[in-house]
Each structure stands twice: as structure tokens, then as C-alpha cells.
């Protein structure tokens, strides 16, 4: 069996495009079969976002719903509330939001991250700085944020890059036809599959998100 090489000081945070393209660098060290799969790509997208409250907005907004469409409703929900924080959003009460598109679900979401911040003290970037665990905890805590979502926030947002969103359909299918797969594995599969690139899962993700959008001809996110 070939033990799995690592780099030496693996990358540790992917904020800018210096920083992804160094984890790359080194996830090819850890698995070099995943050559062929970066040689592939015209880019591996950075999608770093701001770790604030618009930033998890609209990663919430994003929620199972297609990119075209979370961008449309976002961007909505941008131009209706300004400046865009929780408080002004508090302020703003339903009516900008069911003109935008969000559903009643989000709504909730939205409503109930605005109250952590706003009158809890909930600092989204102040979770960036501290252990994946304590964050994913701080997170979950909060109605309608589910393992996704604050993995999808720590991936891109925190920039940590041993961050895996497994419950991602994209990430799955991706996976699956890298490793040969005859179907979409389910999310414990995926998870489980991805720990090989580990401590790099999430420079992994990125390369996962550009191949699907590769093989399916549109953006994963």
C-alpha cells in the first residue's frame, strides 16, 4: 500500500489566490492521481467571501436552490436593504424579503442570525479564529443553520482548508466520478472518501467544485 506523502508545512488558511494556488500545490502531493483532474480546469475559482453577516447571508440564501437563483434573490435582498447588517435588517422587517424571493424558512434563518448578532453578540468573524469544532458548534446552534451551511461558511469564508461540505450533491457527484464511482455516494461515503486528502479537504473541494462545473458545464455554487 503507498502511504500517503504530506507536504511540510501544509497551508493552513485559502484567502487569497497566492494561498489556493499553493494548497493545490500541495494536495498534489498528498494525492498526484488528482493531476489529470486539475490539468483539466481553466481555474479553480477562489469564491473567498467576507465572514460577516453577508458573507453567511448569502450562503443561507444559497441553500437548495440553484446558483442562478440565489443570486438572483440575493442581489434582491442587497438592493432592498442598505447598508446590509443585522441590524438594518432587523429594521427592515419581512415585507423586502418576500419581495426578494426568500422564503418563509430563510426568513426565519436570517431573522434569527440578526438577533445573535444584534442583541446576542454573535461575532461571525471572530469564529474564524477559533478551533472548526467550537465554530461548527456556534453555528449549528442557530435555527435553520445546519452542518452545511457553517461548513460552506469555514470553507469560504473562514478560508480553513480542512473543510469538507460531504451533504454538498455536487461535491458527491464530483467525487464519485473521480474515484469511478457507479452512483453518487451518499454524504458519510463522501465524508468518509474525502479524509484521503486530509489536512487539505478543503483545497480538495475547491478542485471537486471547478471539476463538476467542468462536467456538467455549469457553476457548482
Known sequence: MRHKQKPDMPITRIRTE???????????VIDPQLSHIVDALAEIPLRHRAPGFEGMAQ????????????????????SAIQSFDAETFLAAGETPLIAAGQSRAKQVTLT?????????????????DISVDD?????????????????????????????????DVALQHA???????????D?????????????LCGVAARVLYAHYARIKGRSAL
Open 187 to 199: 454524504a458519510k461515503t463522501t465524508r468518509d472518501l474525502a479524509q484521503r486528502w486530509a489536512p
Open 59 to 78: 450562503i443561507i440564501t444559497a441553500q437548495q436552490v440553484s446558483k442562478a437563483s440565489a443570486s438572483a434573490i440575493f442581489e434582491r435582498t442587497l
Open 18 to 28: 497566492e494561498e489556493l494556488a499553493t494548497g493545490v500545490s500541495q494536495l498534489l
Open 135 to 167: 465554530a461548527m458548534a456556534a453555528l449549528t446552534r442557530l435555527k435553520g443553520i445546519g452542518p452545511w451551511t457553517a461548513e460552506v461558511f469555514l470553507l469560504f469564508c473562514a478560508g480553513h482548508t480542512n473543510i469538507f461540505p460531504a451533504g
Open 175 to 185: 467525487i464519485g466520478d473521480v474515484m469511478g464511482l457507479d452512483e453518487k455516494p
Open 112 to 128: 434569527g442570525l440578526s438577533h445573535a448578532i444584534a442583541d446576542d453578540g454573535l461575532d461571525l468573524e471572530a469564529l474564524c
